[in-house]
């Protein structure tokens, strides 16, 4: 048995995962992760800020030092969304592989797609439709495990970069929650084709949808078992977006089920995943706890074959 970590970099939150690998298969593992921020202020000048660098760098390392405790033989790393778009980008990379001796590969919108949806299907047989909700993009991919991915699109509207764009006060305006709705609303309906509506199966991931199912369950500690395969019926969504966005970051902190790091930034997840939902008609999606992080991996272990 060997034992594979993980690393995402993702534009709000930094994920990392540990695996024990038997016969190429995922047998056991273990998630954590770190609110890093990446993406913070790039919509002002379009580069990670020396915070963000320090920060992530600071994550980076102790992430790598505790692959290294669990007795990980390799650890790879992946940067999403906000790597794709800052104009420092490499010389972040560039720094990480220098101080830390690790590489980082900047995946495309595409790639993104295609390892979430590799990572939320196992184990499903129907055609499904993924949504991927992240920090600074969305990804929609369809397919099944038969066929594979049939059709794909990546979205620059992400939880992160829309609180940026849209929302300056708090609690939220509704005057600023109605813009914020009708750009979704029209990136949607620019973005995709026919073949993305009317889905009989949806699927969510990303940390906007598994918070809200925590939320939902009103977890006071946060159970994977419990996330993975829960439900989220498009009422629920309406239901705790009209009873957040009346709240201030500090009352919001308190929510049971949401991770007081994220509390600044999931209004802006919920309106997007509403705006989905209401724009495909969506009433109900299953919400998988799989995502990128065992798809990179699944797609790393094919390779390997």
């Given at each position: 048995?060997?034992?594979?970590?993980?690393?995402?970099?993702?534009?709000?939150?930094?994920?990392?995962?540990?695996?024990?690998?038997?016969?190429?298969?995922?047998?056991?593992?273990?998630?954590?992760?770190?609110?890093?921020?990446?993406?913070?202020?790039?919509?002002?000048?379009?580069?990670?800020?020396?915070?963000?660098?320090?920060?992530?760098?600071?994550?980076?390392?102790?992430?790598?030092?505790?692959?290294?405790?669990?007795?990980?033989?390799?650890?790879?790393?992946?940067?999403?969304?906000?790597?794709?778009?800052?104009?420092?980008?490499?010389?972040?990379?560039?720094?990480?592989?220098?101080?830390?001796?690790?590489?980082?590969?900047?995946?495309?919108?595409?790639?993104?797609?295609?390892?979430?949806?590799?990572?939320?299907?196992?184990?499903?047989?129907?055609?499904?439709?993924?949504?991927?909700?992240?920090?600074?993009?969305?990804?929609?991919?369809?397919?099944?495990?038969?066929?594979?991915?049939?059709?794909?699109?990546?979205?620059?509207?992400?939880?992160?970069?829309?609180?940026?764009?849209?929302?300056?006060?708090?609690?939220?305006?509704?005057?600023?929650?109605?813009?914020?709705?009708?750009?979704?609303?029209?990136?949607?309906?620019?973005?995709?084709?026919?073949?993305?509506?009317?889905?009989?199966?949806?699927?969510?991931?990303?940390?906007?949808?598994?918070?809200?199912?925590?939320?939902?369950?009103?977890?006071?500690?946060?159970d994977s078992k419990k996330i993975h395969h829960?439900?989220?019926?498009?009422?629920?969504?309406?239901?705790?977006?009209?009873?957040?966005?009346?709240?201030?970051?500090?009352?919001?902190?308190?929510?049971?089920?949401?991770?007081?790091?994220?509390?600044?930034?999931?209004?802006?997840?919920?309106?997007?995943?509403?705006?989905?939902?209401?724009?495909?008609?969506?009433?109900?999606?299953?919400?998988?706890?799989?995502?990128?992080?065992?798809?990179?991996?699944?797609?790393?272990?094919?390779?390997?074959?």
């Amino acid at each position: 048995m060997q034992k594979i970590a993980v690393i995402d970099i993702g534009t709000n939150s930094m994920r990392y995962m540990i695996s024990e690998i038997e016969q190429n298969k995922i047998v056991k593992c273990y998630k954590t992760l770190k609110t890093t921020r990446i993406g913070e202020g790039m919509q002002q000048k379009g580069e990670i800020s020396s915070q963000a660098f320090d920060r992530n760098l600071k994550a980076l390392k102790e992430f790598k030092e505790q692959a290294e405790k669990q007795g990980a033989k390799e650890i790879i790393v992946f940067g999403t969304s906000a790597l794709r778009d800052a104009k420092n980008a490499k010389e972040f990379i560039s720094i990480v592989q220098r101080k830390l001796n690790l590489s980082i590969e900047i995946l495309t919108g595409e790639q993104e797609a295609r390892i979430g949806f590799q990572g939320a299907i196992e184990g499903v047989l129907e055609d499904v439709l993924v949504i991927d909700i992240g920090g600074g993009s969305t990804e929609f991919i369809y397919g099944n495990q038969k066929k594979g991915i049939l059709g794909m699109t990546s979205l620059n509207i992400g939880a992160l970069r829309m609180k940026e764009i849209y929302i300056y006060h708090d609690p939220v305006k509704e005057e600023e929650l109605l813009i914020l709705k009708q750009r979704i609303k029209e990136t949607l309906q620019e973005g995709l084709s026919q073949s993305f509506y009317n889905m009989s199966s949806v699927m969510g991931i990303g940390g906007t949808i598994t918070t809200l199912s925590s939320i939902k369950q009103n977890m006071k500690e946060y159970d994977s078992k419990k996330i993975h395969h829960s439900k989220l019926l498009i009422q629920d969504v309406r239901n705790i977006l009209k009873r957040l966005k009346v709240l201030n970051l500090e009352q919001r902190k308190k929510i049971v089920g949401l991770q007081p790091s994220r509390a600044d930034i999931i209004i802006a997840g919920i309106v997007i995943l509403l705006e989905i939902m209401e724009t495909l008609k969506i009433e109900e999606l299953l919400v998988s706890e799989k995502d990128t992080l065992e798809g990179m991996l699944l797609f790393k272990l094919r390779m390997k074959k």
